[in-house]
């Protein structure tokens, strides 16, 4: 096993990646980097972690010359309302980014997975059950950015035979690490304010419908496709990937099972909102289960109750030192 190289590492994603790529490959063989220069305190903070921007070819070259790599989990990007915010920049990190991945992995054969996003689909796309293979006309910069990353990843794994691998990865919910700007951020906060405050105000109306995920299933998705027999994959990028289709009200209502007293309002972000309206309300995700064996373990009741039980010990108070 050649070492796997790991950008954007300090994120939703990479903090959870990271430990899992870990524990699956040993520790010395998975190298965390990301813009940040000093990593916060935690798992994937340990090393070996490198400063890395992906947006400079040199650094990347450098990167993967140094450590001898050998795959490539491409996670660094701006997420959808965050990019909304910053298009310019959204552009330059999240397609730079990904031409100087690719081009990297051209020059060391490295393989490459990227994650896209169901906000690769946009307004025309059918909305429920939205096929593997669909119209793709995204009305973000962000699902301009996805759907553009797919198409790279394809034609450098047909014109330059590199081995690129995607998912469509849905709004991911998860209590290790804050997500990163996204329109989904909503689901994640809903659970840090039902246990903080027991309530909370969605930016969100109460019946959007959009996939979501809990990280545990995301992740083993990203390092079970990356493992796949090749000659099953009949899509490079993207599979999609779901997990379950829910709204704001209905995430709370699986919460008030159990924290009865919580409560829900709305004041709707028309920018997020708008974003939202412009995807799919829910994936088929066939092509994934027959292609490379696809099995979520966690539904809405599974993961809000896993999430509250993790959440919960997160978030206690640390006991106070006793005066001598
Ligand atoms: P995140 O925003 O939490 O983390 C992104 C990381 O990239 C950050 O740590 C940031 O410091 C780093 N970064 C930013 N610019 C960089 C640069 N120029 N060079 C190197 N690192 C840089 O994002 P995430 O949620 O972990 O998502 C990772 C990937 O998965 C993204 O491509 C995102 O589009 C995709 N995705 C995420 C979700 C989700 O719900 N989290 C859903 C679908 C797709
Ligand atoms: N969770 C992501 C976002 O909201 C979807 O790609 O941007």
């Given at each position: 096993m050649t070492t796997i190289l790991v950008t954007g590492a300090l994120g939703q994603i990479g903090s959870e990646l990271v430990p899992a790529l870990r524990q699956h490959y040993g520790a010395d063989k998975v190298i965390a980097t990301d813009l940040k220069v000093l990593p916060p305190s935690?798992?994937?903070?340990?090393?070996?972690y490198d400063h890395l921007d992906c947006t400079d070819p040199h650094q990347l070259h450098e990167a993967v010359r140094r450590y001898d790599v050998?795959?490539?989990?491409?996670?660094a990007a701006l997420l959808s309302a965050a990019a909304e915010a910053a298009p310019q920049l959204a552009w330059s990190v999240n397609m730079s980014g990904l031409y100087n991945v690719l081009e990297v992995a051209r020059g060391y054969d490295c393989q490459v997975f990227f994650p896209s996003s169901i906000g690769a689909f946009g307004p025309d796309t059918p909305r429920d059950l939205t096929p593997q293979v669909a119209i793709q006309r995204p009305t973000t910069i962000y699902g301009v950015t996805k759907v553009a990353g797919e198409l790279l990843c394809d034609y450098y794994a047909l014109r330059f035979g590199i081995d690129t691998r995607g998912l469509r990865l849905p709004g991911l919910v998860s209590y290790v690490a804050a997500p990163g700007g996204g329109t989904t951020d909503y689901a994640v906060e809903m659970f840090y304010h039902a246990i903080r405050y027991g309530r909370y105000t969605c930016f969100?109306?109460?019946?959007t419908r959009l996939d979501m995920m809990y990280m545990p299933d995301a992740i083993s998705g990203m390092i079970n496709l990356m493992a796949a027999d090749a000659t099953r994959l009949r899509y490079r990028n993207a599979y999609n990937i779901t997990a379950m289709s829910v709204t704001p009200a209905e995430i709370a209502a699986a919460i008030r099972e159990h924290i009865p007293g919580f409560e829900i309002d709305y004041d709707v972000d028309p920018v997020r909102q708008a974003i939202a309206d412009s995807w799919?309300?829910?994936?088929?995700d066939s092509a994934a289960h027959a292609d490379w064996d696809w099995a979520p373990r966690f539904d809405l009741a599974a993961m809000t109750q896993d999430m509250l039980a993790r959440l919960t010990e997160k978030l206690k108070p640390a006991p106070r030192r006793q005066r001598l």
């Open positions: 935690g798992a994937v903070a340990i090393a070996p050998g795959a490539i989990y491409h996670l969100l109306s109460a019946d799919p309300r829910s994936l088929d």
